[in-house]
T-cell receptor, first 114, second 114 residues
């Protein structure tokens, strides 16, 4: 069990550029979640997948954000036309089950938009 | 308005002291998870509590889920410098709205001085 992995760990970009993050969940987990965490706050839910289906999206996920999980394994989160307000830690988590399932988090991708 | 109120936000104590962190909500949760997070890393799961009134112990840490599944506490006995970190509580399925969507508290930054 290698745990949840995320790449890259850090990303610095200029305002207006597009960025893409990748998350590889624990292999047997069918659910995958994305959260965003800003300094001094707890993580905030963005979206989640059950297998390849995206089941819920937060209001925080504007039109500039898109997430995919094409084969029900890894997931990508893309932010288009980045803004300074997008600077945050983007966390991925995975779990097993259709209802209650403990979520295990990856190390996160820290994004800084200049 | 924060759905899950965590207190205190900051705690600075001497090695050997006891402490309690609280998470309170007006919503009922299906389960509640406690995480510990180091700077620049993702949250690491400490425990999941599911049943109202449940008490779980993990070495010097004691976790309790309220009878009504609306609140929880984390008690640390004889704190050590290695306990220093950010402690987060997270409730699942607030008010029966969505399984898997974790709602986090703001976090408690604990510093244990030698």
């Amino acid at each position: 069990d290698t745990g949840v992995s995320q790449n890259p760990r850090h990303k610095i970009t200029k305002r207006g550029q597009n960025v893409t993050f990748r998350c590889d969940p624990i292999s047997e987990h069918n659910r995958l979640y994305w959260y965003r965490q800003t300094l001094g706050q707890g993580p905030e839910f963005l979206t989640y997948f059950q297998n390849e289906a995206q089941l819920e999206k937060s209001r925080l996920l504007s039109d500039r954000f898109s997430a995919e999980r094409p084969k029900g394994s890894f997931s990508t989160l893309e932010i288009q036309r980045t803004e300074q307000g997008d600077s945050a830690m983007y966390l991925c988590a995975s779990s097993w089950g259709h209802t209650q399932g403990t979520q295990y988090f990856g190390p996160g991708t820290r994004l800084l938009v200049l | 308005t924060q759905l899950l109120e965590q207190s205190p936000q900051f705690l600075s104590i001497q090695e050997g002291e006891n402490l309690t962190v609280y998470c309170n909500s007006s919503s009922v949760f299906s389960s509640l998870q406690w995480y510990r997070q180091e700077p620049g890393e993702g949250p690491v799961l400490l425990v999941t509590v599911v049943t109202g009134g449940e008490v779980k112990k993990l070495k010097r840490l004691t976790f309790q889920f309220g009878d009504a599944r609306k609140d929880s506490s984390l008690h640390i006995t004889a704190a050590q410098p290695g306990d220093t970190g950010l402690y987060l509580c997270a409730g699942d399925n607030a008010g029966g709205t969505s399984y898997g969507k974790l709602t986090f508290g703001q976090g408690t930054i604990l510093t244990v001085h030698p």
